[in-house]
């Protein structure tokens, strides 16, 4: 129950308030240029592509006049009005998507696992953080969070991590550092998230053996728009959340939105604060020609929770709540990302996009990290006393030119392009983290931060990347395309070690990818695809490569798929199943006679089916379902124990369950009523390489009931972890990360 008096609730109001306070004044001002009222519903983003004028109708490939039109031509005329959000199943199966293609393909032409979630979606299902977002929504998705990895790590297909499954944001690659991703966060910015399944590299580069999740920003819009929201729920966290959009004149259009909240969070001395702030403008320059200039701005402090640990292997439920880092622990994320786009329609068949960007991140660790029960003493040991700083800048450019028209006789579109980019980098800490300290596990003072090792700069790493690429759809018939594509990566590597200089080196790298598919359509909206593709991985964090493996080649992976895909009965229901093998080459592992040697030799695999269906129903009902089941294993993986080489082959990689499903029903029981509920299930993983120690399944449920009193407005309550379950979300053999407790929030929206 939420405790606090009404003086206290006002204070924590007003600093949330403070928070938004000028991006609210920024679109106040925007607001006050338009000539005609606001327009209170909700706007359809129709394509994630959005460049010129229409021209004039011309019968292109399909005979369509809308589909004529050079892709980036069609996703510019965005259209306000009134959308049901319960109207769709949420598979998406014949919207454009641009995660899985470059040539902005349907799910339904794409010969891969393809999904795109949208901002309707993720709203009425309340998921305020994109992690939620993925893995309740996605086919086969899970999370491995934790506060040493910026809380965004995810696993798919048998592949854990930020080096095996990609983030990106607007389609851009941000490269993490010492395997830590810190923005996207918060998905009140995003028109919509899209994951691809499996091997991503041939599109995006080294490091997406797993998937890939791309998280779309909202885009300016050419008609009117605004709304707010703001929540409160029982852990004292409150949001306050604008957005507006719409045109200053004919040629110019602007969307702007920002999102703060302040936590108590649900374990002892953990609040948090959250700040977002996207803002976009578009010109039109000629009909053919325009330009998007946008950036986007988070500043976090997350929680400071590293886990709770373990008494005889497992959790007790006594110190659930409970927070072991230091009282002056701190953890900060400043992340600011600036966007300049190109879009030109050159003529009816060709166009040409560029994308230039400028990414900064400031993070700062001050945290005592390792907890472990002590049997002889009955205490928690606490070791690792941690203060990192991390200072990136990220500045690219990546251009593409597409191609539409025939090669001998049939349809083709073809797109080809560049991508080259800078990442300079420089890691400060106070290594070898010394420090250690004893508390007693249930009443103790968590005590001040202090490490006998100094902070200081510890290495800068300059990372040039260079990358060409190409794709291309072959239409054979109205039935049969054959979909190709390939991607050359040139990365190099040039650190400088302030400690020690003969650990400074220069190192580059080489990796090719490509893939092939066909996707046959027997029936209209029935696709059977199959795909080979090819990916190579980092064998650590490539912009943070050490001086031990800078000798190291990328590891490479191959896959191969088939599925089904349908949309069916007038678009109220689409399914979809697919199964795949993939097999990843060159792990390191450890030389059985001398086992102080690493050798690139080791192998992974996985093989699996995943399933997804999405129905609407009569009287109100709509039915969402996935389910992902899959074996992944170790097939060569050796380890030194204690000098001792041990083989793992045959086990399960950390962190990876075999079966994962979410299922969610909604239902229009009344006029303006509805109610939901999901249940998100996750099989259980292991904590080590050895398969000694695993970490349980879990079933989470989450629902709500919303009341709409207007067209304008919206109030929902939610219930997360309805039933309050225990569970860990990732974990080692000495400490897990439990999940949220049972939450209730109260929330209100209203557009105006």
């Given at each position: 129950?939420?405790?606090?008096?009404?003086?206290?609730?006002?204070?924590?109001?007003?600093?949330?308030?403070?928070?938004?306070?000028?991006?609210?004044?920024?679109?106040?001002?925007?607001?006050?240029?338009?000539?005609?009222?606001?327009?209170?519903?909700?706007?359809?983003?129709?394509?994630?592509?959005?460049?010129?004028?229409p021209k004039q109708p011309d019968v292109g490939r399909s005979g369509?006049?809308?589909?004529?039109?050079?892709?980036?031509?069609?996703?510019?005329?965005?259209?306000?009005?009134?959308?049901?959000?319960?109207?769709?199943?949420?598979?998406?199966?014949?919207?454009?998507?641009?995660?899985?293609?470059?040539?902005?393909?349907?799910?339904?032409?794409?010969?891969?696992?393809?999904?795109?979630?949208?901002?309707?979606?993720?709203?009425?299902?309340?998921?305020?953080?994109?992690?939620?977002?993925?893995?309740?929504?996605?086919?086969?998705?899970?999370?491995?969070?934790?506060?040493?990895?910026?809380?965004?790590?995810?696993?798919?297909?048998?592949?854990?991590?930020?080096?095996?499954?990609?983030?990106?944001?607007?389609?851009?690659?941000?490269?993490?550092?010492?395997?830590?991703?810190?923005?996207?966060?918060?998905?009140?910015?995003?028109?919509?998230?899209?994951?691809?399944?499996?091997?991503?590299?041939?599109?995006?580069?080294?490091?997406?053996?797993?998937?890939?999740?791309?998280?779309?920003?909202?885009?300016?819009?050419?008609?009117?728009?605004?709304?707010?929201?703001?929540?409160?729920?029982?852990?004292?966290?409150?949001?306050?959340?604008?957005?507006?959009?719409?045109?200053?004149?004919?040629?110019?259009?602007?969307?702007?939105?920002?999102?703060?909240?302040?936590?108590?969070?649900?374990?002892?001395?953990?609040?948090?604060?959250?700040?977002?702030?996207?803002?976009?403008?578009?010109?039109?320059?000629?009909?053919?020609?325009?330009?998007?200039?946008?950036?986007?701005?988070?500043?976090?402090?997350?929680?400071?929770?590293?886990?709770?640990?373990?008494?005889?292997?497992?959790?007790?439920?006594?110190?659930?709540?409970?927070?072991?880092?230091?009282?002056?622990?701190?953890?900060?994320?400043?992340?600011?990302?600036?966007?300049?786009?190109?879009?030109?329609?050159?003529?009816?068949?060709?166009?040409?996009?560029?994308?230039?960007?400028?990414?900064t991140s400031h993070r700062h660790w001050r945290d005592v990290e390792?907890?472990?029960?002590?049997?002889?003493?009955?205490?928690?040991?606490?070791?690792?006393?941690?203060?990192?700083?991390?200072?990136?800048?990220?500045?690219?450019?990546?251009?593409?030119?597409?191609?539409?028209?025939?090669?001998?006789?049939?349809?083709?579109?073809?797109?080809?392009?560049?991508?080259?980019?800078?990442?300079?980098?420089?890691?400060?800490?106070?290594?070898?983290?010394?420090?250690?300290?004893?508390?007693?596990?249930?009443?103790?003072?968590?005590?001040?931060?202090?490490?006998?090792?100094?902070?200081?700069?510890?290495?800068?790493?300059?990372?040039?990347?260079?990358?060409?690429?190409?794709?291309?759809?072959?239409?054979?018939?109205?039935?049969?395309?054959?979909?190709?594509?390939?991607?050359?990566?040139?990365?190099?590597?040039?650190?400088?070690?302030?400690?020690?200089?003969?650990?400074?080196?220069?190192?580059?790298?080489?990796?090719?990818?490509?893939?092939?598919?066909?996707?046959?359509?027997?029936?209209?909206?029935?696709?059977?695809?199959?795909?080979?593709?090819?990916?190579?991985?980092?064998?650590?964090?490539?912009?943070?490569?050490?001086?031990?493996?800078?000798?190291?080649?990328?590891?490479?992976?191959?896959?191969?798929?088939?599925?089904?895909?349908?949309?069916?009965?007038?678009?109220?229901?689409?399914?979809?199943?697919?199964?795949?093998?993939?097999?990843?080459?060159?792990?390191?592992?450890?030389?059985?006679?001398?086992?102080?040697?690493?050798?690139?030799?080791?192998?992974?695999?996985?093989?699996?089916?995943?399933?997804?269906?999405?129905?609407?129903?009569?009287?109100?009902?709509?039915?969402?379902?996935?389910?992902?089941?899959?074996?992944?294993?170790?097939?060569?993986?050796?380890?030194?124990?204690?000098?001792?080489?041990?083989?793992?082959?045959?086990?399960?990689?950390?962190?990876?369950?075999?079966?994962?499903?979410?299922?969610?029903?909604?239902?229009?029981?009344?006029?303006?009523?509805?109610?939901?509920?999901?249940?998100?299930?996750?099989?259980?993983?292991?904590?080590?390489?050895?398969?000694?120690?695993s970490i349980p399944s879990y079933a989470i449920v989450n629902g709500?009931?919303?009341?709409?009193?207007?067209?304008?407005?919206?109030?929902?309550?939610?219930?997360?972890?309805?039933?309050?379950?225990?569970?860990?979300?990732?974990?080692?053999?000495?400490?897990?990360?439990?999940?949220?407790?049972?939450?209730?929030?109260?929330?209100?929206?209203?557009?105006?």
């Amino acid at each position: 129950m939420i405790s606090c008096s009404l003086a206290a609730l006002k204070q924590r109001a007003s600093l949330v308030c403070s928070l938004t306070l000028s991006p609210v004044l920024l679109a106040t001002d925007a607001w006050a240029q338009q000539a005609q009222p606001a327009i209170p519903l909700d706007p359809i983003e129709v394509s994630p592509a959005n460049l010129a004028r229409p021209k004039q109708p011309d019968v292109g490939r399909s005979g369509s006049a809308a589909q004529s039109r050079p892709k980036s031509a069609q996703g510019h005329r965005t259209v306000s009005t009134q959308t049901n959000t319960d109207s769709a199943p949420a598979l998406n199966l014949t919207k454009r998507d641009s995660t899985g293609s470059r040539l902005n393909l349907t799910p339904l032409e794409t010969p891969a696992s393809v999904g795109i979630i949208t901002s309707e979606t993720i709203a009425e299902r309340g998921q305020h953080n994109v992690l939620d977002a993925v893995t309740q929504n996605a086919t086969g998705f899970t999370a491995s969070p934790a506060p040493g990895n910026g809380g965004l790590s995810f696993n798919t297909r048998g592949f854990t991590g930020i080096n095996s499954v990609m983030t990106l944001y607007d389609g851009t690659l941000l490269y993490p550092a010492a395997g830590t991703i810190t923005f996207p966060f918060d998905t009140w910015s995003a028109g919509r998230i899209e994951v691809m399944r499996g091997p991503a590299s041939v599109l995006y580069g080294a490091g997406a053996i797993g998937g890939v999740i791309n998280v779309a920003s909202k885009k300016p819009l050419s008609a009117p728009y605004n709304q707010a929201e703001m929540s409160l729920d029982t852990n004292l966290t409150r949001r306050l959340a604008v957005d507006s959009g719409g045109p200053i004149n004919p040629d110019v259009s602007y969307r702007v939105n920002a999102i703060g909240n302040m936590s108590d969070g649900w374990v002892d001395r953990d609040k948090t604060s959250n700040l977002a702030i996207s803002a976009a403008v578009r010109m039109q320059a000629t009909d053919s020609v325009a330009f998007t200039l946008s950036n986007d701005y988070g500043d976090r402090s997350p929680s400071r929770y590293f886990g709770t640990p373990l008494i005889n292997n497992t959790i007790d439920e006594a110190l659930r709540f409970k927070n072991y880092n230091v009282l002056d622990s701190h953890i900060r994320y400043q992340d600011n990302w600036t966007q300049f786009k190109t879009e030109w329609d050159v003529t009816d068949g060709i166009s040409v996009r560029n994308t230039m960007y400028y990414l900064t991140s400031h993070r700062h660790w001050r945290d005592v990290e390792t907890y472990a029960w002590n049997p002889a003493t009955r205490m928690i040991d606490r070791s690792d006393y941690i203060e990192i700083f991390h200072d990136q800048a990220q500045i690219g450019n990546r251009m593409d030119a597409t191609l539409r028209g025939h090669v001998f006789g049939f349809s083709n579109e073809f797109v080809a392009g560049f991508d080259v980019n800078r990442i300079d980098f420089t890691h400060t800490n106070n290594s070898p983290y010394g420090g250690s300290s004893s508390v007693d596990p249930f009443s103790f003072n968590p005590g001040l931060f202090s490490s006998p090792d100094r902070t200081a700069p510890s290495f800068n790493a300059i990372t040039n990347q260079y990358a060409v690429f190409a794709e291309d759809r072959l239409k054979l018939s109205d039935q049969l395309a054959i979909v190709g594509g390939v991607r050359l990566d040139q990365p190099s590597i040039e650190r400088t070690d302030f400690r020690d200089a003969t650990r400074s080196f220069e190192t580059s790298l080489s990796g090719l990818s490509w893939r092939v598919g066909t996707v046959y359509n027997p029936i209209k909206d029935l696709a059977v695809y199959g795909q080979y593709s090819t990916a190579v991985d980092p064998v650590g964090t490539l912009i943070t490569t050490s001086a031990a493996q800078k000798d190291f080649k990328l590891a490479t992976g191959k896959q191969i798929e088939v599925g089904v895909k349908q949309s069916f009965w007038n678009g109220r229901g689409e399914w979809t199943i697919a199964g795949y093998q993939i097999v990843k080459n060159d792990l390191l592992a450890r030389d059985p006679i001398h086992p102080e040697v690493v050798m690139q030799v080791g192998q992974q695999s996985s093989r699996g089916v995943e399933a997804s269906v999405g129905l609407v129903l009569d009287h109100g009902w709509r039915v969402d379902a996935n389910i992902a089941l899959l074996r992944a294993k170790y097939d060569n993986f050796t380890q030194s124990v204690d000098g001792v080489p041990v083989s793992f082959a045959g086990n399960v990689p950390i962190n990876v369950p075999q079966q994962v499903s979410n299922v969610w029903a909604t239902w229009e029981f009344a006029p303006n009523w509805s109610v939901y509920g999901g249940v998100q299930m996750v099989g259980k993983t292991f904590a080590d390489n050895a398969n000694t120690l695993s970490i349980p399944s879990y079933a989470i449920v989450n629902g709500g009931l919303r009341w709409k009193p207007d067209p304008r407005t919206t109030v929902a309550l939610r219930l997360y972890n309805l039933f309050d379950k225990v569970y860990a979300t990732s974990g080692d053999t000495g400490q897990w990360l439990l999940g949220m407790p049972r939450t209730a929030e109260l929330s209100i929206n209203v557009k105006f």
